[in-house]
């Protein structure tokens, strides 16, 4: 809303939502706004393609993390990767932090990009050559135990179509003390 009645309106709107809070009544969450993501306008330059070197593929590990951390410690591990802009990840995730379950032998997701904790830096090497750098904080709230990273994307290795490859990379297993 944007207008000479701006004001006005959320004048209005905002002291309906205070009484209805105060008098302790639900108020109906009204109609969703409408997904304009189809219709954004997108400036930055066409991504050509991905390159990575020979016996390296995308998700393979540049930067293994050391064997063991404490609270307090930064992990950080670098991936051989593409360029992010290939897939957004909307709805899904670049990374997770994961932790070993002994008793069931499998590997529960514990954080992810959407946590404070964890970063994700894309650097372009040469050309066309990506290294996804992620780091991790170990905070107090973290349990001791076996854990891993994982990183993923999707590569784009022909210029002429706009085709992408998901791929992922996980790193080898360290500790949290």
Do not use: C
Not at 43 to 52: E, G, N, Q, S
Not at 135 to 159: A, C, L, M, Q, V
């Amino acid at each position: 809303m944007y207008g000479p009645h701006t004001l006005s309106g959320y004048q209005q709107e905002y002291t309906r939502i205070a009484v209805a809070l105060a008098k302790g009544l639900t108020v109906p969450p009204g109609p969703p706004p409408r997904n304009l993501s189809d219709q954004q306008f997108n400036f930055m330059p066409p991504m050509l393609a991905d390159v990575h070197p020979l016996g390296k593929p995308y998700g393979s590990v540049i930067e293994n993390p050391k064997a063991s951390y404490n609270v307090g410690d930064v992990v950080s591990v670098v991936f051989q990767g593409a360029n992010p802009r290939n897939n957004l990840m909307t709805g899904s995730t670049f990374l997770t932090v994961e932790r070993f379950n002994l008793s069931s032998n499998t590997w529960s997701v514990v954080l992810t990009d959407a946590n404070w904790e964890t970063r994700m830096y894309w650097e372009r090497v040469e050309v066309a050559e990506s290294h996804i750098t992620i780091t991790w904080e170990i905070t107090s709230d973290i349990s001791p135990g076996t854990y891993r990273i994982r990183h993923f994307g999707y590569s784009k290795n022909n210029p002429l179509f706009d085709e992408t490859t998901p791929y992922e990379g996980a790193t080898g297993k360290f500790t949290v003390n």
